[in-house]
């Protein structure tokens, strides 16, 4: 058994939200989104360690809310970088040993152990795994002032947690040419190396939008 | 104001949702999801005219559905077809007059009044409508073995109501060579006119998973 890391993302603002608390800090029955996130993953592993990476101003608000919350969650945190690039190359730097690493959005506490299982082992057996569903809608794609329909059925919506070795994926980071990669399978790819894709959970929703946060409510306490 | 008319469609079987029931017919706080679709339509318009396609081996179970909730929504009653095509074709023929046409999911009962608002207007303006919503993830697309990320911004998830004036659609319909198209916008693209997209709203998804119904009852029914 590799040992196992999860990197908790959660460096956002609450701007898509309506909302001046970060969407982090958001509450569903009175807790923030951001426990039940590292929840999820206790459950797949108690002895996962865990890196946290947030904006160096949230960290004072955070430790409060830690503290009411009697949250004993053990992890080591880093601070935020201008953009997520540099946020997960921080949360990485503050881990020095060989392993698997789950570079998760901390806004996805719906994450499933299925989901969490499949990326452990298909980047065990194959050197990353990144956890997709198959989109429900038609998608269009935008070009100038047209629009045209595309074949959905070779579309893929990408999930967290992108899920690497971690050798691999620091050296990929550190000989980034540049720091505007989408996401973290992105960086690994330029790098070389293909992308497996997994099967992922419906319900492992990014909080972004208000609708969202019902959403996630929905499936966290179902009626 | 032009005559408005809305096009149901729910052709679908329970497949995906672990179901033996049509995913139209589910019921959400006792209700099927169908009736909530028919609401949406009449809060914005009173006076829209309903035509609802469905398989004509779900007539008799759809009409003691009625029955039993004491639905009184006045609608005329076209079959589904061999495919979504012809289950359109089939209720556009129910249609003799100029208008407006709204062409809906039954599965989407969550649409707002500003969603079909938007489509109604632009297609006044400029033809037709197609209301969409940015996807909140990235997107990989895949091609034989191997996948790669894509630029999220061009891409575009579709909803319905797909909005047209009548007799485009339908000489659109007529004039299609084949019946392979995703949806309806695509038919009336293959004739030579471009498509128009207006924003959507979230909350319109497509019942389709049986996680969506949660979703579904969450949205309808907040707590």
Request: aromatic share 12%; glycine share 6%.
């Amino acid at each position: 058994m590799a040992k196992k890391f999860a990197l908790i993302v959660a460096g956002g603002s609450g701007n898509r939200m309506n909302s001046s608390v970060s969407k982090q800090f958001l509450e569903i029955e009175g807790k923030p989104v951001l426990m039940y996130t590292f929840e999820a993953f206790a459950r797949y592993d108690s002895e996962i360690e865990f890196v946290l990476v947030l904006p160096e101003d949230q960290a004072g608000f955070w430790e409060a809310l830690c503290e009411k919350h009697h949250f004993t969650y053990k992890y080591k945190l880093a601070f935020g970088g201008k953009n997520r690039f540099q946020s997960v190359q921080n949360g990485l730097n503050l881990m020095d040993e060989e392993g698997i690493v789950f570079i998760h959005d901390g806004v996805r506490p719906l994450v499933s152990m299925q989901t969490i299982q499949n990326c452990y082992d298909t980047t065990i057996m194959q050197g990353n795994a990144l956890p997709v569903v198959p989109p429900s809608e038609s998608i269009r794609y935008s070009f100038g002032n047209e629009n045209k329909a595309v074949d959905r059925a070779r579309f893929f919506l990408v999930q967290t947690p992108q899920t690497f070795k971690l050798n691999e994926i620091k050296a990929a980071y550190q000989s980034a040419p540049h720091q505007n990669f989408t996401d973290d399978a992105s960086v690994l790819e330029y790098s070389g190396q293909n992308i497996h894709l997994v099967e992922g959970n419906r319900e492992n929703i990014k909080i972004t939008w208000p609708q969202d946060l019902i959403v996630a409510q929905a499936f966290l306490f179902p009626q």
